[in-house]
């Protein structure tokens, strides 16, 4: 499938079958930790919107570690604060984990490259 539309931006050559080739099977290398990493956001969405009082950024930080020890096999980065840009905490309402469910059925449906 890919072939049939990635071609040279000049010549209009298809793309080589053996990069095709590398480029799918490259698709998955690093799936898993980005698996987790998506997983980490869920479960840090679910559980600061589980309770109605505002966390602190301190408390906020301190729970993304101990998600992150917990359910991740990276360790979490002393000083790391990548939740305080994460806008779907403000935005979805601890929703994010539909982001991840409707993400498995599209990957389901599209598996091929």
């Known amino acids: 499938m890919l072939r049939s539309w990635a071609t ?7 793309l080589p079958l053996p990069v095709a080739q590398q480029l799918c099977a490259s ?4 799936l898993a930790v980005e698996w987790q990493g998506q997983g980490l956001r869920a479960l840090l969405d679910l559980q600061l919107h589980s ?3 505002h966390a602190s950024p301190e408390q906020s930080t301190a729970l993304v570690h101990a998600l ?3 359910h991740t096999v ?3 980065q002393s000083g790391a604060r990548w939740h305080a840009s994460f806008s779907h905490l403000a935005s979805d309402g601890a929703a994010y984990f539909a982001y991840l469910w ?3 059925l599209s ?6 490259c």
């Open 8 to 14: 040279h931006a000049r010549s209009g050559a298809p």
């Open 27 to 30: 698709r998955d290398m690093f």
């Open 51 to 53: 309770d109605v009082r």
């Open 68 to 70: 992150a020890t917990r």
């Open 74 to 76: 990276l360790p979490a």
């Open 102 to 104: 409707a993400r498995s």
């Open 107 to 112: 990957r389901r449906v599209w598996k091929r």
